[in-house]
């Protein structure tokens, strides 16, 4: 088992950022692709950001992609998503997830094995 922690979420104004923070527990040693996706209210779940650790590569959603980065920390237990330049169209729960031993890349939603609790962002206008 895999236990993650979101944190970092808020209220902010557009044009402010925040940087989001994913914490892995647990049986970690297998993790291949740690992954940031957003849930609007009324609209599905979407990615936005992966990271693979086993190639060292990021990928994003096209929306995002000039904004937000996703980096690790040196131990591989914490993904963070720095989002900048923020929109009110980027609220939503943000949730971070993990995809064990998995050499595909970047790996479809259904592939990631675990899943954190959310933490909101709100950005107003």
């Known amino acids: 088992q895999v236990q993650l922690d979101e944190s970092g979420g808020g209220s902010v104004q557009a044009g402010d950022s925040l940087r989001l923070v994913c914490t892995a527990s647990?049986?970690?040693?297998?993790?291949?692709?740690m992954g940031w996706f957003r849930q609007a209210p009324g609209k599905e779940r979407e990615t936005v950001a992966a990271?693979?650790?086993?190639?060292?590569?990021?990928t994003y959603r096209n929306s995002v992609k000039d904004r937000f980065t996703i980096s690790r920390d040196n131990d591989g237990t914490t993904v963070y998503l720095q989002m900048n330049r923020l929109k009110p169209e980027d609220t939503a729960i943000y949730f971070c997830?993990?995809?064990?031993?998995?050499?595909?890349?970047?790996?479809?939603?259904?592939?990631?094995?675990?899943w954190g609790q959310g933490t909101q962002v709100t950005v107003s206008s």
């Open positions: 990271y693979s650790f086993n190639y060292g590569a990021a």
């Open positions: 647990g049986r970690t040693s297998g993790m291949s692709t």
């Open positions: 997830a993990a995809d064990l031993n998995n050499a595909n890349w970047p790996p479809m939603e259904y592939e990631y094995d675990f």
